[in-house]
């Protein structure tokens, strides 16, 4: 029997890339994502070109009618759910100093970044509490969170509360599920090559050159996906309620 996994915004970049990899690593993945699966049909057929068997299910994670589709269709197709990646998010759709946030900027990145990962994990929490276990444990749920967690930048003050918002949601659930067979664990990406960050590509080239990151290099979205894999895997069961950080070496504090 092959695991299943939930996948949020995995139409594309760091989303995609950890369908790809949990894919290969034998499970059946189930992704979420906003456009009509047409649109992303060359990626979905690379997909099944490596064998991975997988499930489209267009919405949007803070719609709560689209969370619920998402949970529903997955264990009708594949009768159960293993894995939550909890990796849809975004970014403001204009930078602006905190001084000049607006109440809406804030309140959308909050209801995709925060929320929406709150009330889907409560959903699939459910789910994998009450399906037979079948693995060596429940479950596990993996939030790809970021760096800004804990890095200021003022000119996207809500993207930095919602990942900090994230952070509590990983130890909140970390707490509540441990007794349930299930372990929550966090991702956080650094500098990432993906759409979200190719609108700043001239400002983290040049703190890349100027040796802010230890590894000198843009972050791929496979490097995420490799780190979502481990703590996906059988060998993360005594771990829950950590991070770890995929950044090069950013969050090394150095004299």
Same mark, same amino acid.
């Given at each position: 029997?092959?695991? =299943? ?8 970049? @760091? ?5 790809? !990899? ?8 189930? @992704? ?12 979905? /057929? ?5 064998? @991975? ?9 803070? *719609? ?9 269709? =997955?264990? &009708? ?8 990646? #909890? ?23 909050? #209801? ?13 929490? !459910? ?6 276990? +079948? ?15 804990? %890095?200021? *930048? =003022? ?6 509360? *919602? ?9 909140? $659930?970390? /707490? ?5 067979? @299930?372990?929550? &664990? ?26 802010? $990151? ?13 780190? %979502?894999?481990? $703590?996906? *895997?059988? !060998?993360?069961?005594? =771990?829950?309620?950590?991070? +770890?950080?995929?950044?090069?070496? $950013? ?5």
């Amino acid at each position: 029997m092959k695991k =299943t996994a939930i996948i949020t915004g995995a139409s594309r970049g @760091i989303g995609y890339a950890i369908a790809e !990899r949990l894919g290969r690593d034998g499970c059946n993945v189930a @992704i979420l994502a906003t456009g009509e699966q047409a649109r992303y049909q060359e990626a979905l /057929d690379r997909l099944t070109d490596q064998g @991975i068997d997988w499930l489209y299910v267009q919405g949007s994670v803070d *719609s709560a009618q689209s969370r619920e589709k998402l949970v529903c269709e =997955t264990v &009708n197709h594949y009768g159960r759910i293993d894995i939550l990646v #909890n990796n849809a998010g975004v970014a403001p759709k204009e930078r602006r100093d905190l001084l000049e946030m607006t109440e809406e900027s804030f309140d959308r990145v909050m #209801n995709i970044n925060a929320k929406a990962n709150l009330f889907l994990t409560q959903l699939v929490a !459910r789910q994998m509490i009450v399906q037979k276990q +079948v693995f060596a444990n429940k479950g596990h749920i993996v939030n790809v969170g970021s760096c800004s967690a804990e %890095v200021s *930048s =003022t000119s996207r003050g809500e993207y930095c509360v *919602s990942k900090a918002a994230v952070w509590m949601l990983t130890t909140l $659930f970390a /707490d509540r599920l441990a007794a349930e067979g @299930i372990v929550v &664990n966090e991702v956080r990406p650094g500098v990432i090559a993906t759409d979200m960050t190719s609108v700043v590509t001239e400002k983290y080239d040049t703190l890349i050159a100027d040796g802010a $990151f230890p590894i000198a290099r843009w972050g791929r979205p496979e490097d995420v996906a490799d780190m %979502v894999s481990l $703590f996906c *895997s059988d !060998r993360v069961l005594y =771990t829950t309620g950590n991070y +770890v950080d995929v950044d090069g070496g $950013f969050h090394i504090k150095r004299l």
